[in-house]
């Protein structure tokens, strides 16, 4: 299966899907795919992942995640991803937030068999579902403003476009999207589109 949900969540979202993952007692967190070490730092707090990029990773699925040393950098990367959920968590700051997503690339080898991939393959289908019914899409329509507004052409998409309904927005990030006309969202800094309220 590979499969990812694109989301913008407000820290007070991201709060409650943490709580969400945490009620499986087997599920831990770790900063990154790279590790300082052979065995990675684990932690049952988001606040204690000092990177946007966290795995999500049950120690029921897989007891044990394998990583390759990388000589060049002193690092060790895992390559056990197929055995987690990649979270790209959103980021945040006074009229910005970078569009976040879960996603996985599941594939059964012989230390992840089928039945791991199964219980994998259930965890992802349960936050991809608890998302689509508590957070909201076809809510942004992008744009971008270093262009001229253009309805749909025979070689160009519209500027703004229609509403997207692949990003999925917190309840905490629309309430917060609706206290200021200046607040936006974007796939990540430096683009130059933007996603506004419809």
Same mark, same amino acid.
């Given at each position: %299966?590979?499969?990812?949900?694109?989301?913008? %969540?407000?820290?007070?979202?991201?709060?409650?899907? *943490?709580?969400?993952?945490? +009620?499986?007692?087997?599920?831990?967190?770790?900063?990154? /795919?790279?590790?300082?070490?052979?065995?990675? @730092?684990? !932690?049952?707090?988001?606040?204690?992942?000092?990177?946007?990029?966290?795995?999500?990773?049950?120690?029921?699925?897989?007891?044990?995640?394998?990583?390759?040393?990388?000589?060049? !950098?002193g690092d060790w990367y895992c390559r056990s991803e197929h055995a987690t959920i990649q979270f790209l968590r959103s980021e945040m700051d006074?009229?910005?937030?970078?569009?976040?997503?879960? =996603?996985?690339?599941?594939?059964?080898?012989?230390?992840?068999? *089928?039945?791991?991939?199964?219980? &994998?393959?259930?965890?992802? #289908?349960?936050?991809? $579902?608890?998302?689509?019914?508590?957070?909201?899409?076809?809510?942004?329509?992008?744009?971008? +403003?270093?262009? /001229? !507004?253009?309805?749909? #052409?025979?070689?160009?998409?519209?500027? /703004?476009?229609?509403?997207?309904?692949? @990003?999925?927005?917190?309840?905490?990030?629309?309430?917060?999207?609706? *206290?200021?006309?200046?607040?936006?969202? $974007?796939?990540?800094?430096?683009? #130059?589109?933007? =996603?506004? &309220?419809?």
């Amino acid at each position: %299966m590979n499969s990812q949900v694109r989301f913008a %969540m407000h820290p007070s979202d991201e709060r409650d899907f *943490e709580q969400l993952l945490l +009620a499986d007692g087997s599920v831990r967190f770790i900063a990154g /795919p790279r590790w300082n070490d052979e065995e990675p @730092v684990t !932690c049952r707090s988001l606040a204690d992942v000092d990177n946007t990029y966290c795995i999500v990773w049950s120690t029921s699925d897989i007891s044990r995640l394998k990583a390759d040393y990388l000589p060049k !950098c002193g690092d060790w990367y895992c390559r056990s991803e197929h055995a987690t959920i990649q979270f790209l968590r959103s980021e945040m700051d006074d009229s910005l937030i970078i569009e976040g997503r879960i =996603a996985i690339k599941t594939a059964p080898t012989p230390d992840f068999p *089928e039945s791991s991939v199964k219980s &994998l393959e259930a965890r992802y #289908g349960l936050l991809r $579902k608890y998302l689509r019914k508590t957070y909201s899409n076809s809510v942004l329509r992008w744009q971008n +403003a270093t262009h /001229p !507004c253009a309805p749909v #052409g025979p070689n160009r998409s519209a500027n /703004p476009s229609k509403p997207d309904s692949q @990003v999925w927005v917190g309840p905490h990030a629309l309430r917060w999207l609706r *206290e200021g006309k200046d607040r936006r969202v $974007k796939q990540f800094r430096q683009a #130059g589109a933007e =996603a506004i &309220l419809v």
